[in-house]
């Protein structure tokens, strides 16, 4: 158990800041585990030393740290012992360290200061940002729209005369559309979108995701038939939008279908005669009762599905051309549909099974790509502003101006001498202020100069950004969302109990860390004749296998091969042709040398192990080309020399080593603090785990 804590401790040690995201991520996904009744969690399961092992912590990291409920549900009585042990050594250890007051240290207590800020970031972002656009994203995918609009083109950065026309012309269309008139004339005929014209500004079926999210906004807010009443403003201009359906969404279907093909792009209307005769005879015999597989293997022109029947696997929305897809969507499982033309000819379609959307937790690292890939930006710039709002989030010009003072613009903070020293009158100086309301004269909290210049100085994302004033906007955008985010998770811990969890967890894992150091790695220090009769007591554990050594010449195609093999036998010198023709990557100046080799490396050495020493092969096809080998070395099977093995032996005897100091250790604990064991409590360990784990989202 202590070793996985060890493994992802070091991981997070040695993620840098933009890495540190997805770790967070699955940590968050950890806590997010379905918990037990409370009766049940609170069961005691057992004592160790001063503190309580509930049965519901127990599941908990079994769940955790063995492959979820699956592997739960699979395990044995002697496993759930097994693991039990491994995690009362683990407490037993983290509860040493806390004894000795390794959580008290100042590198610690700074380790976790920093690491706090981290966590509580990513953590709340998720909180209040992340996760409720999540589950607003599956709640509508449940449900698939279809839209059509009018566009008034405006581009993001448009003077406020530009705006103000565009918005004007969009209401004006919203009044004819009011007086009565076609959605889809207007749309031809005013819309700026140039698809307009052929489509009305028909947009066809989507689900949540699939636009921009205003324009996402105001259609699921529609019902159908409702046009929107104001105009709807997005990166594109204004749009007037009609919902003309409204769904339940399905995944995917599964269908099947029998083409019969048009000569050409631009069929004849004897073209088109011909190939609706013939579809129009296959739908009779279907509906005859012919089988639509049989049918679709004898008839369809389709080579990629005719002989699976016609069968197209599953697909989603928007997957086939807009006719076969609105067709094949409309039919329940079993059902054919009639004709449908496409560009490609006629088409009878047979629905096979439909994939209904899967539970939010199926769906959930999807949705997430999504979101943070097209949405997660624009929500983040909007909860910075909320709280902005909500703490009175003010910016000090003097302190701006002091601050600018203090730099210099033609460096950058990994240069020496970027700022000038603050005065201490300076350095007090603030630059951003929270209220305790946004009407309240006094400052609850402040940023002042000096603690702008030591985040500046810290903070790697800056190090390469010359301090200009262009730059410095950029740079005061991001301290003041870092400042605004860390002020919102000041008592975070108090809200957000898993949170308070999480670092405790994390911290558990620092001091264990540092509790291994003292305990275990640094009394191991092997001597050179420590190793030397650990390596006498293990010889048999130090050996080369049969091996061999050879020259390659390797050239992509047989005819130069051949080429190659001909010069050898007229004389050429090996060496001389390996230089000349050998193309693989950094042979040339080995002279197509291979070191010695296991035999069993690959297909090579397998070879040249049935060759005698200088001897030459003919040519071997071998990966992406031929090989021509001459055999240098054959070395069988040995024992290595202490000084061959050094390395092994070096590892091999630390593991020993670590493994009899963490055993000792282990014994000290136990006679140091009390274990007591409820054996019955065990027993019933995931006894609730189906009603616990059954809820699909």
């Known amino acids: 158990m202590d070793q996985i804590r060890m493994k992802a401790l070091r991981r997070v040690h040695s993620m840098g800041r933009g890495t540190l995201a997805p770790f967070l991520v699955v940590a968050l996904a950890i806590l997010s585990l379905p918990g037990c009744s409370k009766p049940h969690s609170d069961i005691l399961l057992a004592t160790v030393g001063h503190s309580r092992l509930s049965l519901g912590e127990y599941e908990q990291s079994f769940l955790k740290n063995n492959g979820g409920v699956e592997a739960a549900q699979r395990a044995s009585t002697a496993d759930k012992e097994k693991f039990l042990d491994l995690l009362i050594n683990y407490r037993l250890k983290v509860q040493e360290a806390r004894d000795r007051g390794y959580a008290d240290s100042a590198d610690i207590r700074q380790e976790m200061k920093s690491y706090r800020k981290s966590l509580a970031m990513s953590f709340i972002l998720d909180r209040e940002v992340t996760e409720p656009a999540l589950k607003e994203m599956y709640d509508r995918r449940k449900t698939e729209l279809r839209a059509s609009h009018i566009l ?25 559309l009011k007086s009565g008139q076609d959605f889809g004339t207007i749309a031809r005929n005013m819309s700026d979108d140039p698809t307009a014209k052929n489509n009305s500004g028909d947009l066809y079926y989507f689900s949540s995701g699939m636009m921009v999210k205003p324009f996402e906004d105001a259609c699921y807010a529609l019902k159908k038939g409702e046009i929107t009443s104001a105009p709807v ?40 005669l011909k190939a609706w005769n013939e579809i129009a005879a296959i739908a009779d015999s279907i509906k005859a009762g012919a089988d639509f597989g049989a049918m679709a293997r004898a008839h369809s022109q389709d080579p990629g599905s005719a002989e699976q029947g016609g069968d197209l696997g599953f697909f989603e929305r928007r997957r086939m051309v ?3 897809d609105e067709a094949a969507f409309n039919l329940k499982v079993g059902e054919v549909s009639p004709i449908v033309r496409t560009r490609f000819g006629y088409h009878l379609i047979k629905v096979t099974g439909i994939d209904s959307i899967p539970p939010y937790a199926a769906m959930k690292d999807d949705l997430r790509r999504t979101y943070q890939r097209y949405r997660f930006s624009e929500d983040y710039r909007s909860y910075i502003e909320t709280l902005k709002k909500r703490y009175g989030f003010a910016t000090d010009s003097a302190g701006v101006s002091v601050l600018l003072a203090l730099l210099d613009s033609t460096k950058t903070t990994s240069d020496s001498l970027w700022h000038l020293l603050p005065t201490s009158e ?11 309301s946004g009407t309240s004269k006094q400052a609850a909290y402040t940023v002042d100069v000096g603690s702008i210049l030591e985040n500046l100085e810290q903070n790697q994302e800056f190090h390469n950004l010359k301090l200009t004033r262009e730059n410095l906007r950029t740079i005061f955008d991001r301290l003041s969302e870092t400042e605004l985010i860390n002020y919102r998770t000041r008592n975070i811990e108090a809200e957000y109990p898993e949170f308070a969890k999480l670092l405790r967890e994390y911290e558990d894992g620092i001091i264990l860390f540092k509790a291994q150091q003292e305990h ?16 006498e007591n293990h010889r048999s554990d130090y050996t080369f296998p049969d091996r061999v050594r050879f020259a390659e010449i390797f050239v992509a195609t047989d005819s130069l091969a051949r080429i190659v093999e001909d010069s050898l036998k007229h004389g050429v010198p090996f060496d001389t042709l390996v230089v000349r023709y050998t193309s693989r990557s950094g042979m040339k100046e080995k002279k197509g040398v291979w070191d010695l080799l296991p035999v069993t490396e690959n297909d090579l050495t397998k070879k040249a192990w049935t060759m005698e020493i200088g001897e030459v092969s003919e040519p071997i096809k071998f990966l992406y080309g031929y090989s021509i080998i001459k055999v240098l ?7 290595k020399t202490y000084d061959e093995a050094v390395s092994e032996v070096a590892s091999q005897f ?44």
């Not at 275990?520 to 390596?535: C, E, G, N, Q, V």
């Not at 070395?633 to 024992?639: F, G, T």
């Not at 963490?662 to 065990?682: C, G, M, S, T």
């Open 426 to 436: 300076q350095a007090h100086t603030p630059v951003f202020s929270f209220f305790t």
């Open 152 to 176: 008034v083109r405006l581009t993001p950065n448009a003077s406020p005369e530009d705006t103000l026309a565009a918005y004007r012309k969009a209401m004006d269309i919203i009044g004819l």
């Open 520 to 535: 275990i790695w640094k009394r191991i220090a092997p001597s050179d004749s420590a190793l030397r009769a650990f390596y």
């Open 654 to 697: 630390q593991e020993y080593r670590a493994k009899k100091l963490d055993e000792e250790w282990i014994q000290e604990l136990r006679a140091k603090y009390p274990v007591k064991i409820n054996e019955d409590a065990l027993a019933k360990a995931f006894s609730n785990l189906k009603n616990s784990h059954s809820g699909k989202d």
């Open 233 to 272: 403003r997005t990166a594109y201009g204004y749009h007037i939008i009609k919902i003309t359906d409204r769904r339940p969404n399905v995944k995917a279907i599964r269908a099947s279908h029998i083409l019969i093909r048009f000569p050409n792009e631009n069929p004849t209307p004897d073209d088109t």
């Open 322 to 324: 807009p006719q076969f």
């Open 633 to 639: 070395e054959k070395a069988p099977a040995r024992q």
